[in-house]
């Protein structure tokens, strides 16, 4: 049930700056700029309070798979995604059969118009088998544009984006499909070159798929997809940033040429996140979790993340030494914007659903409130 309180005292990240000793007025599930008399305030002191976390690429969590899972499974990882401050996210799914595909979309296409998830984004089957990374080669096909129109519309106008090596065949034209289609197209498990990444992002895309990951590595002769990726405003790239995925020089490289408003931080999660170590699979493929790392069980190749975004919200804060407003654009107001949902969730201001992670002075969640309702309490947390 939406409470209606004011949370008062702490460190608010709002998209103007950080206001010290701020207040946020929650009514009815949204953020008002004034509330009525006798309305009951939580002290913060001491806390910071920054909007709710959006994850516009992410396969499961808690034990379940956004790919293959019922739908009390996915609504469970969903759940498990909030506990750490996701209070927005899209399911992710991994390559499949074009059948199976088509029907995990209907069925999840209903929990995103009931508003449980932000929509559906499909990684493959269009995808390098050069660049393949955790998905099963055998499942992998050329982008025809009209096999990229049946997914599409088997996801009833809850796609959001796909996920393209744009330089095969048909690539370029599902490209223009998906854009005309206001459906992102994401650049990702590619082998292309500079020129055809160009090319690509010419033709209307607008992502990079978990930048650096299952793409060929920059080059001073041969700059491949990197260069083109990161030199291009009209590109928004995609970082896990767990530290084994990324280097914390190539983060800090990606921050540098695209700046704060060009970056999107995930999870690329799958099932083992936030529930442990051991055995799991991804679509058709065997995975194990050890220390966290999660890795093909045939190849060893990295299979996804365990990550969960308020652990990439506080390595960039306290390892990478990112600025607190920048790390915020990234994880939230970023994705929200690419989206196309920033009317209603990214920022904390007036008249947008009151979605917020309130974390202490070592960047911990304590606290975290979807559409007006505590998920973590921070009185008991």
């Known amino acids: 049930m939406a409470v209606s309180t004011v949370l008062a005292g702490a460190r608010v990240v709002l998209p103007t700056g950080i206001v010290e000793n701020g207040r946020v007025i929650v009514e009815g599930g949204r953020i008002s700029g004034s509330t009525p008399e006798g309305t009951p305030s939580l002290d913060l002191a001491g806390h910071w309070v920054v909007p709710g976390f959006v994850d516009m690429h992410n396969h499961g969590g808690g034990g379940a798979s956004f790919t293959s899972g019922t739908v ?93 090596a744009t330089e095969l065949p048909g690539g370029i034209d599902s490209v223009r499909l998906l854009a005309e289609h206001g459906v992102i197209a994401a650049i990702g498990h590619t082998d292309a070159t500079y020129e055809q990444t160009v090319e690509a992002i010419d033709a209307g895309a607008t992502v990079a798929t978990h930048l650096y990951n299952a793409m060929p590595g920059l080059g001073h002769r041969t700059p491949g997809p990197i260069a083109a990726l990161l030199e291009d405003e009209r590109i928004t790239v995609e970082l896990i940033n767990d530290g084994t995925h990324l280097h914390p020089a190539a983060l800090e490289l990606a921050f540098h040429h695209k700046g704060a408003d060009r970056v999107a931080f995930i999870t690329d999660a799958m099932d083992a996140a936030g529930f442990g170590d051991g055995m799991y699979d991804l679509g058709t493929l065997a995975v194990e979790v050890k220390d966290g790392v999660a890795r093909l069980v045939e190849g060893g190749s990295i299979a996804g993340s365990t990550l969960t975004l308020d652990r990439a919200f506080k390595r960039a804060v306290t390892i990478d030494r990112l600025p607190v407003e920048s790390v915020v654009r990234a994880i939230s107001a970023n994705p929200a914007r690419l989206l196309g949902i920033d009317d209603r969730v990214g920022s904390l201001e007036p008249g947008k659903d009151a979605d917020l992670v309130v974390l202490d002075e070592n960047f911990d969640v304590k606290g975290v409130m979807r559409r007006g309702t505590w998920v973590v309490d921070p009185q008991v947390a």
Request: charged letters at 25%; glycine letters at 10%.
């Open 72 to 164: 009390d499974e996915v609504l469970h990882g969903v759940h498990t995604h909030r506990l750490h401050g996701t209070t927005t996210a899209v399911a992710s799914f991994v390559t499949g059969d074009m059948d199976f595909l088509g029907r995990r979309a209907g069925l999840l296409s209903e929990l995103a118009e009931q508003g449980e998830i932000a929509g559906i984004h499909f990684e493959g089957p269009f995808i390098s088998p050069c660049r393949k990374g955790a998905h099963d080669e055998t499942l992998l096909r050329d982008p025809d544009p009209a096999e990229v129109r049946k997914l599409i519309d088997a996801a009833r106008g809850q796609a959001k984006m796909v996920t393209l």
